[in-house]
């Protein structure tokens, strides 16, 4: 009783035998829209969750918001990340709000426990609970308040009618190239947008050509957050984190964003191009491994980069230090 | 570009999309090793992982150890465990070594942070690393060291070849009804005999009737670890876990036992059956959904039980707790 699926783009294996693998679907697009390869297919729709924060920080710097609130490039890193809330995040955004007139009230992501050992340590400690700056998204929810303040909408912000909502859908048609097919609320919220592998890669090959790609206010928009991200990998992720490490191991030749439940999207300046892929399964060792070799497959990353080995060709240990394990990203990628 | 694949035993859904599978195999198996049901192919090879602790622990109480040493049905349940950490196993574990002489040194399971949070702090608060009482599996490696002190075998338990593991793999060929066709080392660091999901599926259904199923000490043996693990569910996994809400809620109907990498069994004395699922991509939600499933198809769990829904028909909530989102086991697994 088997199923059509999509293939495998990882694998898990212990000693001799295969046991895990990760199924999905990866694109790779040029900014014209052409498919350059794909495994799976890539008219497949998926909600692109935290992968595709750089189009939801369209409107808060094309509108001017950024500029007019005194943003750097790391307020905008922090606008496109999924942090682990660590100090060095919520410090960044709770002056960010400050400076801007609001607080921690204004938000509406929700809190949950920082991913940060020390920042969850310090909690503890205090017996305090986390607050919406340790939410992953907070960075994104000051952008959206700060656009927000910008073009005067209520304070619901996150309401999928809302101007600003609004704006974002529309910034996501323009990029993708294709009519938004559905949306669903993200965990922090926001709605989140459907959109095709296809068309959620080639958005990411238009970052990658700002310049010749986009026209006007998107085209600055665009190269600026994109750059922002390159500067600070340590706030579009974390310390330790394959986001933070991939950015860093690819110098400016790709940045990269994963999403909640198996997505990961590349911008590659240098080649043009964008990738974006999904793992069925939702499982972020499956996207790591993916998103790795591919990078490595268009030049962006090199195959003996420590960051490569450690998340698309790396032993698993046991509790001993002994590599009895070994996670891999799927042949069909390599080469 | 599609691949065969097993079937989708669990849906994530979120708004109208749904935004993951899990697939796998899943067998229902009588004692006599008939299939009673399958999803996916049921010869396919698998380890086990800890989902078969009751069979590694058959030695230590067939041998006459258990009693030797004068092991209750608490320190059965534990040997059969993937604990929390808390203080209810490493205290258990550790007055059991001490009862017979033995020490944390003489463990072979490693460390590893514990699951449960308080044990967490205690330790950050303290300063201290984990020792190897927290390693979910001790209890079972407190059972091997009883067996190995009663059969007199050297220091190194967990080699392949010494003698209780040789033994282990005797009792894995003798209960599945197969030859074992290899193995891996376990997070642990014990050997992991690969079985199919129908050898650990039937296995699993002689532990459900052990005493027409099995003759002699391991008829008793058998019941005993069964009884153990029913009467004391805190014991094999922890407060909140899925593994002591399944087996509070199956009151004696089933017992139940996951293993790494998407691994479940089940036990239904009495339907006289096993049950054996295993998620291809390794995740816990998965195969907890799957398993919740199938113990409501077979009379073992009722579906109005809120561990039903927390497991096989549950909201996903975001950080403000509305429920986007939802897991639910395959319409093909109900009913």
Not at 54 to 83: K, R, T
Request: net charge neutral; proline share 5%.
């Amino acid at each position: 009783m088997s199923q059509p699926a999509n293939p495998v783009l990882a694998e898990v294996w212990r000693g001799e035998i295969l046991e895990c693998v990760h199924r999905g679907t990866a694109v790779v697009a040029s900014a014209e829209g052409e498919v350059v390869e794909a495994w799976g297919d890539p008219a497949r729709v998926i909600l692109p969750r935290s992968s595709y924060k750089m189009i939801q920080a369209l409107p808060l710097v094309e509108s001017g918001a950024a500029d007019a609130a005194g943003l750097g490039a790391e307020h905008l890193a922090l606008a496109c990340a999924s942090h682990q809330g660590a100090m060095v995040h919520t410090g960044l955004a709770s002056r960010w709000l400050a400076g801007i007139g609001l607080a921690e009230r204004d938000l509406r992501c929700g809190a949950h426990q920082p991913r940060d050992a020390a920042a969850r340590h310090r909690l503890h400690d205090r017996g305090a609970a986390p607050d919406q700056f340790h939410n992953n998204c907070s960075g994104k929810h000051c952008g959206f308040l700060t656009a927000n303040r910008h073009l005067g909408g209520g304070p619901e912000y996150v309401d999928p009618e809302h101007p600003l909502q609004q704006a974002v859908r529309l910034a996501t048609e323009e990029v993708t190239g294709e009519t938004v097919s559905g949306f669903a609320f993200d965990g922090c919220s926001a709605p989140n947008f459907a959109v095709s592998l296809n068309g959620l890669a080639t958005a990411m090959a238009r970052f990658a050509t700002a310049g010749t790609s986009f026209t006007g206010a998107r085209a600055g928009a665009a190269r600026r957050l994109v750059e922002a991200m390159a500067a600070h990998p340590v706030l579009v992720g974390g310390e330790g984190g394959a986001t933070t490490n991939l950015i860093r191991a690819c110098a400016g030749r790709a940045v990269v964003k994963p999403g909640a439940e198996g997505v990961f999207i590349a911008i590659l300046p240098q080649r043009g191009l964008g990738i974006a892929l999904k793992i069925d399964d939702g499982n972020a060792r499956g996207s790591e491994a993916a998103i790795a070799a591919l990078l490595a497959r268009h030049g962006a990353l090199e195959r003996q980069d420590p960051v490569y080995a450690a998340l698309a060709d790396a032993p698993i240990l046991n509790c001993r230090g002994f590599a009895h394990g070994h996670l891999r990203a799927a042949e069909t990628l390599l080469g």
